[in-house]
Structures are given as structure tokens and as C-alpha cells.
């Protein structure tokens, strides 16, 4: 059996590197089950948020937050 | 592999570091050909060394320079590879010295605030050490989770939290070096290495920052900390057009915040870009033309008081705030620009693309002129050649503790790296020395961050460094590297070695 033909579908020998089929790669968005998707998005927020508390204690929001209780003047 | 390494040679190697730690097998001198800017398969083992060195410490760092300067061995110094202009890839093969096992924190001083270290530790490390002490060392490039200090010195890095902290040159406050001839010095801003400004001698430090590997290699760093930032407020604003977005930039750079951080705009194709491609998986909404992001980081009343100032701007000038989840995590995203998602479009087609991405220093008035010939080039060269495609333009704030004045301007061009032949690299090549003209027709840098050692637009670094600025280069290359053993053919700098033969 050739080397061509122990690859797996969808994937071709382009003078010895190995990518994916351009021909398959023509439909965009490429499909991907529910699960892939929210897998890769849950991972790529989980880790952005991950950054955001790498660099600073906390984020600030876009507007001063309100106090839990009116303040009681004297 | 280019022979220039003897078997003697390499048994010395192991005399100094171990047999552990000198590698001559052919995977680990190939990988150590790799960087991450695209680059023709066929050519890649031209550029592997003979052999790799993992040295520990600086006396075994002093001791493989001195044999390779005895033996004339080309050698160049590797940190985290990450780099964009092949500053860590040997031309001629010789000897790599992978710096990755020097990566010791050596002191950590919370009187007189510094850290001193063993320069290839990586930011993001180092900041997890740090942080248990409230504070740290704000050196963000786009790389900050995977590159290391050395690569910044050897690069002079620039930081996306620049306007707030200083760049690498600001906050590198001393450096141990061993030059070419085996000499360890110290340099900083004079004599004390914990110094932060001196007005005795020459300062030294700066031109060892940004050498590329040519002038030798940072064995130890002592660095400037900070307090930890208690609070941050990223805000990104959309606007109807590249025009608006431009004409926006100025209030938020002159805003006299001094917890600004930086100020970023993203042109149209850029938006275009993050619609179809996503870097953080958040959508834009579909009326966007140009984005302006900015960022404040410090204590948390300062921050608050940034904040309604910036939001306040971000109203006056017609902007569209975005949301605070799309605020948050693209600004996060911006700290780790190596996790792009890596394919882009080919006539009609979705393909698996490299990233590369093309820089310079401009003044704010020249950025529209910029934007619109580095576009024209990008889409006549894809126009002759499928495997490039336009990721589009960021134009970031420049200045060291300041928003205004010049801004880092980067164009992304996807490359399809498995198609590179000898026509499409030479195509490329071409394209890299066309913008590098434009940058310098505005009267800019063709680099303000990346280095310029690369093929292409090194071509230009005389043209850029005139009136006898590149000639000084040249005198101090051959002064600290009589035998051209440093990192050779960088930078043009061979040139130093031509004159002197014809007199």
C-alpha cells in the first residue's frame, strides 16, 4: 500500500508535507457539530477570561456600579 | 548541515555542557531552523545549524563563545523562537545556543523593586511569580505567553501597554552580557545595576537592545517592577468608517490619562477580518467600518476616573460603545495574537494559512497614507499570487509612557506556507521590501517592534539608517566582533567585514 493511500481522508501529500485537502476546504463556514463548536468557544472565553484575571485584580465596568443600599446622608 | 562544526568541536561541547545538552541529531537542529514567520519548506534545512547548546549558566555560555571565536564557528543565541524576522535562525549554520534552560529567577527585591533573573524566562511565568508579592513586570507583547526576555532584549521589544509602562528598553534596567570575544560585561544605565538613571559615561544598555543575536548573549537581566494592577478597563468603540475611526484616535491619546494604556484602530479590513475569522469567537456587528479600542490599568480609583473620561470621548466622537463582553475579552485576546486561527481565503476558498505580519514606526499624520498604499500592495500582489490573502491593518499607540505622537502599524498577510515555492517567496520578498519603502517615504521606521533582519526589507536598513548612522553600526560590529562570529549575515552587518578587506 502507498504512502497517498495510508492517509486518512481529506488529508493530502503536498511534496511531502501533509495538509488538509483544499478541495474539501471550499464551503465556509466548514461544518462542525454543536458540541465541536461550543467546546472550542466555551474553551477560547474560558481562557480569555483567564487573561483578563492575569493582568489586573479586576475589570471594571463601563459604568460606575450603583451602591447596594442608598447611602444615608450624616 | 553546513560543516562548519568539526567532531572536535563538538566533543568540547560536551567537555562544557554534557552530552544531555548538545544536540546533533537532525530533529533537534531542524526544529531550531523553525520560527514562526512563514518560510518555503524546500529551503528549511538550509538554515538548520550543526549543532545545538543548552547551557545553564553564564560561565558555560563564556565558554562555548570562546571556542567558537578560537574556531571562527558561526553562532547564534535562541530564546523562545518567537520572533518575526529570523533574528533566532542561523543563515550559515554553526552553533545554537538555545538559551531556554537559563531561566532562574535570582532575586526578587521588594525594597528597591526590581527582579533579577536569568533571561529566558517567559512573562507570563514570571508574572505567576510575582504576583504573591503585588507586583510585576508589564512587558506585553502579542507573544506574551509564549516568548522570553531574552528574545526581547535581543528584538528591544515593544509592549502593548506601552503608553502606560515603557517598552523594553524602558523597564531592561541592566544586563549581563558576554560578547563575541567571551568578555562578560555588565551594562545599564551606569554603574549600579539596580540604577535606573545615571549621567556617567555612555549608555550602554541601548545598544544591546535590539542586536538580534549579533553583538553577543544576555546571560542575566535586572528588571523594573510595578505595583499589580488593581483594576483595568478596556473599551472598544465601533465608528462608520476608517475616517471616523482615525479622526477619533487624537482625543483619546491627548485624554492626560496617565493610566492609559494604549489606544488601538483597526481599519476596515481588519473589522472584515475578525467577522469572518474571529480571533476571540465574538461577533462584530455587521455596521462596523473601523474600531477604536483603548485600555486604562492601575488602582482601582484612578482606573474608575479613566473610565468615565474614556466612555465620555468614546460618545463625543461618535462612537458606538461594544460591549463589555466583546470589550473584555478582544482586548484579552490582543496579549496572545500567536492563538490567530490560522486560515484565511484563496480565490474562493477557505485554506489553512501561516501568519505573518509586516510593522513600522509612523507618525500619526502619515497613517492614512500608510494604510492606503500598503493596501494597494498587499491586493496586486495577491491579485498575481493565490497563496497570500489581507488580514488586514492595527495602528497602535507608540510612545513610551504616552499615547500620542507615532503608532505601531502592522499589516497581517495570511500566507498559504505549504504552497511557497521559489516564485511566491521571491513575490513575498518583493512585497516586504515595497512596504518598507512606503514606511519610509512617510518618513517612518521600517520596524517598530519586529527587527528588519529579515529578507526583504533589510535591503532598506541602509537607506533608513543614513547619514552615517548604519557606517557607525558597522564600526561597533567589527569593533565587539573582530571575527564576524556573531549571528553573521544579519542586518547587512557582513558589510563591516567587506570594507575592511578592500581597505
Same mark, same amino acid.
Given at each position: 500500500?502507498?504512502? #497517498? !493511500? ?10 511531502g ?5 483544499? &478541495? ?27 487573561? #483578563? ?19 444615608q *446622608?450624616? | ?7 572536535? &568541536? ?16 537532525p ?6 531552523? =523553525? ?28 565558554a ?20 518575526l524576522?529570523?533574528? *533566532?535562525?542561523? =543563515?550559515?549554520?554553526?552553533i ?12 526578587i ?5 526590581t ?5 529566558s ?25 509564549? $516568548?522570553?526576555i ?8 515593544w509592549?502593548l501597554?506601552g ?5 523594553v ?25 539596580k540604577?535606573?538613571h $545615571? ?12 542586536? #538580534?543575536?549579533?553583538?553577543?548573549i ?7 517592577? @510595578? ?7 478596556? *473599551?472598544?468603540?465601533g465608528?462608520?468608517s476608517? !475616517? ?7 482625543p ?6 496617565a ?21 476571540? @469567537?465574538i461577533?462584530?456587528?455587521?455596521? +462596523? ?18 473610565r468615565?473620561?474614556? =466612555? ?19 482586548? &484579552? ?6 492563538a ?12 489553512? =494559512?501561516?501568519?505573518?505580519c509586516?510593522?513600522? &514606526? ?23 499570487? !493565490?497563496?497570500?490573502?489581507n ?8 510612545n513610551? @509612557? ?9 499589516i ?7 504552497? +511557497? ?14 512596504? *518598507?519603502?512606503?514606511? +519610509? ?27 552615517? #548612522?548604519?557606517? +557607525? ?9 573582530p ?14 567585514y567587506?570594507?575592511?578587506?578592500h581597505?
Amino acid at each position: 500500500m502507498g504512502d #497517498q !493511500e495510508r492517509l486518512p481522508p481529506g488529508v493530502v501529500d503536498n511534496d511531502g508535507h501533509y495538509e488538509v485537502d483544499p &478541495a474539501i476546504m471550499t464551503v465556509y463556514p466548514q461544518f462542525a457539530t454543536d458540541f465541536e463548536v461550543d467546546r472550542i468557544v466555551k474553551a477560547r472565553l474560558e481562557y480569555l477570561y483567564w487573561v #483578563q484575571r492575569h493582568f489586573a485584580d479586576r475589570v471594571l465596568p463601563p459604568h460606575a456600579e450603583e451602591p447596594d443600599e442608598p447611602q444615608q *446622608a450624616g | 548541515m553546513n560543516g562548519t562544526v568539526t567532531r572536535e &568541536a563538538v566533543s568540547e561541547l560536551v567537555d562544557v555542557c554534557g552530552t544531555q545538552r548538545v544536540v546533533v541529531a537532525p530533529h533537534g537542529r531542524l526544529i531550531r531552523a =523553525m520560527v514562526p514567520a512563514p518560510f518555503p519548506f524546500h529551503r528549511w534545512a538550509d538554515e538548520a545549524p550543526d549543532v545545538v547548546v543548552l547551557p545553564e549558566t553564564t560561565e558555560e555560555v563564556v565558554a562555548i563563545v570562546k571556542l567558537a571565536n578560537r574556531l571562527r564557528i558561526p553562532i547564534v543565541p535562541r530564546a523562545g523562537a518567537t520572533g518575526l524576522n529570523d533574528g *533566532a535562525k542561523p =543563515m550559515r549554520g554553526g552553533i545554537v545556543v538555545d538559551t531556554k534552560r537559563m531561566n532562574r529567577v535570582l532575586e526578587i527585591d521588594t525594597t528597591d523593586w526590581t527582579v533579577t533573573i536569568q533571561p529566558s524566562i517567559n512573562m507570563l511565568k514570571l508574572n505567576e511569580l510575582l504576583a504573591p508579592y503585588g507586583v510585576w513586570y508589564p512587558d506585553d507583547p502579542a507573544s506574551y505567553p509564549v $516568548s522570553i526576555i531574552s528574545g526581547r532584549v535581543g528584538t528591544g521589544g515593544w509592549s502593548l501597554l506601552g503608553s502606560r509602562y515603557g517598552h523594553v528598553r524602558d523597564n531592561v534596567i541592566s544586563m549581563e552580557f558576554v560578547l563575541p570575544t567571551g568578555d562578560v560585561v555588565e551594562v545599564g544605565q551606569g554603574g549600579g545595576r539596580k540604577i535606573r538613571h $545615571s549621567s556617567t559615561g555612555y549608555r550602554l544598555k541601548d545598544l544591546f537592545l535590539g542586536h #538580534q543575536g549579533t553583538l553577543g548573549i544576555v546571560t542575566e537581566c535586572t528588571l523594573e517592577l @510595578y505595583p499589580r494592577p488593581e483594576a483595568e478597563f478596556p *473599551a472598544f468603540f465601533g465608528y462608520q468608517s476608517f !475616517e471616523d475611526g482615525y479622526r477619533a484616535m487624537q482625543p483619546f491619546s491627548r485624554s492626560n490619562l496617565a493610566t492609559l494604556a494604549g489606544v488601538i484602530l483597526f481599519d476596515e479590513r481588519k473589522v472584515e477580518y475578525l467577522r469572518r475569522d474571529d480571533e476571540a @469567537y465574538i461577533p462584530e456587528p455587521e455596521s +462596523l467600518r473601523s474600531i477604536v479600542a483603548v485600555a486604562a490599568y492601575g488602582s482601582g480609583g484612578e482606573v474608575a476616573a479613566a473610565r468615565d473620561r474614556l =466612555m465620555r470621548i468614546g460618545s463625543e466622537t461618535g462612537g458606538r460603545y461594544l460591549g463589555e463582553e466583546l470589550s473584555e475579552l478582544d482586548w &484579552a485576546s490582543r496579549h496572545d495574537r500567536y492563538a490567530t486561527p490560522l486560515h484565511g481565503r484563496s480565490r474562493d476558498r477557505a485554506v489553512h =494559512m501561516s501568519w505573518h505580519c509586516e510593522d513600522a &514606526a509612523i507618525t500619526y499624520s502619515q497613517l492614512p497614507f500608510v494604510k492606503r498604499r500598503w493596501h494597494e500592495i498587499a491586493d496586486r500582489y495577491i491579485a498575481e499570487h !493565490e497563496v497570500f490573502d489581507n488580514w488586514g491593518m492595527f495602528f497602535y499607540s507608540n510612545n513610551a @509612557y504616552k499615547g500620542w505622537g507615532d503608532y505601531l502599524v502592522e499589516i497581517d498577510i495570511g500566507i498559504w506556507e505549504q504552497r +511557497l515555492d521559489e516564485r511566491s517567496w521571491h513575490a513575498w520578498t518583493q512585497m516586504k521590501r515595497d512596504i *518598507a519603502q512606503v514606511s +519610509l517615504d512617510a518618513g517612518g521606521s521600517i520596524s517598530a517592534c519586529h527587527g528588519a533582519t529579515r529578507e526583504g526589507e533589510v535591503d532598506l536598513i541602509p537607506v533608513e539608517l543614513k547619514d552615517g #548612522q548604519f557606517d +557607525l553600526m558597522l564600526k561597533l560590529k567589527r569593533l565587539l566582533d573582530p571575527n564576524n562570529i556573531m549571528n553573521p549575515g544579519k542586518y547587512l552587518l557582513d558589510r563591516a567585514y567587506q570594507e575592511a578587506e578592500h581597505g
